[in-house]
């Protein structure tokens, strides 16, 4: 297999990756940037006031986003494994 589609196959599993991790952490650090700043607000610099609602929305997103996940998961897969030809030789 030549290196241009290893280097190929490489780039699109990691775009794949990020597609599928770009919207959990989006939430992930918007929901940290609501509790800092009413953190800041009010003084409160307890660090599971931080750490419980990320968690939760990021649980929320991820339980929400699963079907799409999954479906985005299987079409690489097929399109990887559908011509598996240009790979073999």
Request: charged share 10%; net charge neutral; aromatic share 8%.
């Amino acid at each position: 297999m030549p290196d241009t589609q290893i280097v190929d196959i490489c780039r699109q599993t990691l775009m794949e990756v990020l597609m599928l991790a770009a919207p959990i952490l989006a939430i992930a650090v918007a929901v940290s940037l609501l509790v800092n700043v009413i953190q800041v607000l009010t003084s409160l610099q307890e660090a599971t006031i931080s750490a419980v609602p990320r968690l939760t929305a990021v649980a929320a997103a991820s339980f929400f986003m699963m079907p799409w996940m999954w479906r985005q998961i299987g079409q690489y897969t097929l399109k990887l494994f559908s011509d598996f030809h240009p790979y073999v030789r």
